[in-house]
Structures are given as structure tokens and as C-alpha cells.
């Protein structure tokens, strides 16, 4: 079963840097928009941002400027940089397509702290 990867998630203080990485195992991607998500304790999860077929991009309103969402068609994979984090970004990040929602993958754990 096809299945989605996230990596590239830890520990930095406020004003670091991340980039997140989310390989899927299955075929077709370029087929779809592509997009991460957050989810914090409690809390539902909520997509953050996405990149479409045609490489048009759109962000969460607090992320936008900060967040930059890529994607490698070939490689199979997406990416989201992140930059200038805020404690508020401390999340679990998983990447999904949000046209057609696959199962979750185990997601990636960035936690923001001085």
C-alpha cells in the first residue's frame, strides 16, 4: 500500500530554520495537489499549505512568508521550508493530497523552544 513519509522535523529556537521532506511510495503525483498539514495536541489537523499540478502555491494565512512549499515530481516527493519559526508553528507536520486523501503518514514533530 502507497504510503507517505515525513522527515526533517526537530528541535529549534524561535527564528530557525526547517525544511520538512514527504516522499510517497505510490504513483502519479504529479496527477495531484500536494499539501502539508499541522496538528498539535487536542487539536484537529490543519492544513498549512499546498502546491498544485501546475505548481501554484497557496498558505495558511499564518504561515504565509515564512512557509515555502515545493515540490520534485520525479524524486516523487515535497518539501516545506520554514523559516523565521514561532513557538505557535510546534506541530506534528504530515503531507497528504487534499483532493483525494490518502492514509496519514506517521508525520514529522518540529518543536520550536529556546
Known amino acids: 500500500q502507497a504510503q507517505f513519509v515525513e522527515s526533517g522535523g526537530g528541535l529549534v529556537q524561535p527564528g530557525g530554520s526547517l525544511e520538512l521532506s514527504c516522499a510517497y511510495s505510490g504513483s502519479n503525483i504529479n496527477m495531484f495537489t500536494m499539501a502539508w498539514y499541522r496538528q498539535t495536541p487536542g487539536n484537529q489537523r490543519d492544513w498549512v499549505a499546498s502546491v498544485s499540478r501546475g505548481c501554484t502555491t497557496n498558505y495558511k494565512d499564518f504561515v504565509r512568508g515564512r512557509f515555502t512549499i515545493s515540490k520534485d515530481n520525479v524524486k516523487k516527493m515535497w518539501y516545506l521550508q520554514m523559516n523565521s519559526l514561532k513557538a505557535a508553528d510546534t506541530a506534528v507536520y504530515y503531507c497528504?493530497?487534499?483532493?483525494?486523501?490518502?492514509?496519514w503518514g506517521q508525520g514529522t514533530q518540529v518543536t520550536v523552544s529556546s
Open positions: 497528504n493530497f487534499p483532493n483525494s486523501l490518502r492514509t
